[in-house]
């Protein structure tokens, strides 16, 4: 269904931003393109009404196709310039298999959308299919986390938990070894190296500013990267690509 849309009072445009949290909105030609590759359902194609024709959509499984005028692409748009393209992709949750994974990241109050998109772009760069999101973790759906995760996050499966112990449980029961990270807290000198994790594993990463509860560090063995202690502790997005790469190169 093709639909020419010149107002930003547009019935359409009005309800697909009463509903947009239910939706992953990818915006740009780039990202716009990979998806169409990927030949996944694409709920609306909207694109800006002066690029008609640019993209191959023939074939393509779309539900329904928008052209729309600058002002609406700024009104649905969360860039501060719009772009001339988006896909809107009703994504149905993917939990992750705690009967199969060899390596699980577990993401506890990162709240950073550049930092989780971050994660998942790596995780996926370096085979780790199962995320699990937990406490206050970034909403996936968020325009910020999917800029930075761009198409890697169709790769990974990814699932919220409560909070962090309901995800040490779970995992727990299907025989996962536990690993926390940290900068290190005062008196901690024993890490686990990166070449001795043990599989099936998850690894929990904590919060920008206050990491994980100490008390976790009293029930779990820590993994921990060498590092000047001069400098301060590393993003946690570069922490966790890292450990990463690290344990699965190892």
Known sequence: MIYRITSR?????KELLKEKDNYFIFEGEKLVR?????DMKISKLIINNREEGKLNISGKSIHEIWYVHEQVLRKISSLKESADFLAVLKIKKRKINL??????IGIH???????????FRCAAAFGIDSIALT??????NNSRFLRAAQTSFLEVDFQEFEDVETLIKKAKAKNYHIY????????????VPMDEVHFPCVIIFGNEGQGLKEALFTRFPM????QNKDVESLNVGVSACIIMYAITKS
Do not use: C, H, M, Y
Request: hydrophobic residues 35%.
């Open 9 to 13: 009072s547009n019935p359409k445009v």
């Open 34 to 38: 990979d998806i169409l590759q990927r």
């Open 99 to 104: 009967n199969k994974a060899r390596i699980v």
């Open 109 to 119: 109050d990162v709240q950073d959308p550049g930092n989780v998109g971050t994660i």
């Open 135 to 140: 406490g206050a973790s970034v909403n996936p």
């Open 180 to 191: 926390l990270t940290s900068a290190g807290f005062p008196g901690e000198e024993n890490p």
């Open 223 to 226: 993994l921990r990267i060498p």
